[in-house]
């Protein structure tokens, strides 16, 4: 599988950006994908996960209520929407692709990963 991740950039605090990633390879309806970010000097962490038909998603406490998850399946791409952005959302997103028909808030249970956009939140 592979992903490209689009949709980062700059925006001002309580703006709203929305992160596309686009899935190539084997069936992107057959995983679970998630969203993780990586701030400077930080780890990665996770954002968010879809399962396989979208009916099920989970967020890190950070970004509940703020940041929705979707995915379409037609159209092999997965997307976050982000409003109310705040400075320490900035890092790196990235997007991926769990390796089963599962998935866990883990970076481990995830197989393939994109490439990462930058997302920069100015006070």
């Known amino acids: 599988v592979q992903l490209v991740e689009s949709g980062g950039g700059l925006v001002q605090a309580g703006g709203s950006l929305r992160l596309s990633c686009a899935a190539s390879g084997r069936t992107f309806s057959a995983y679970p994908m998630g969203w993780f970010r990586q701030a400077p000097g930080e780890e990665r962490e996770f954002v968010a996960a879809?399962?396989?038909?979208?009916?099920?998603?989970d967020y890190a406490d950070s970004v509940k209520g703020r940041f929705t998850i979707s995915r379409d399946n037609a159209k092999n791409t997965v997307y976050l929407q982000m409003t109310s952005l705040k400075p320490e959302d900035t890092a790196v997103y990235y997007c991926a692709a769990s390796g089963s028909t599962w998935y866990a808030k883990t970076e481990t249970s995830f197989s393939y990963w994109g490439q990462g956009t930058q997302v920069t939140v100015s006070s």
């Open positions: 879809i399962s396989r038909s979208g009916g099920m998603s």
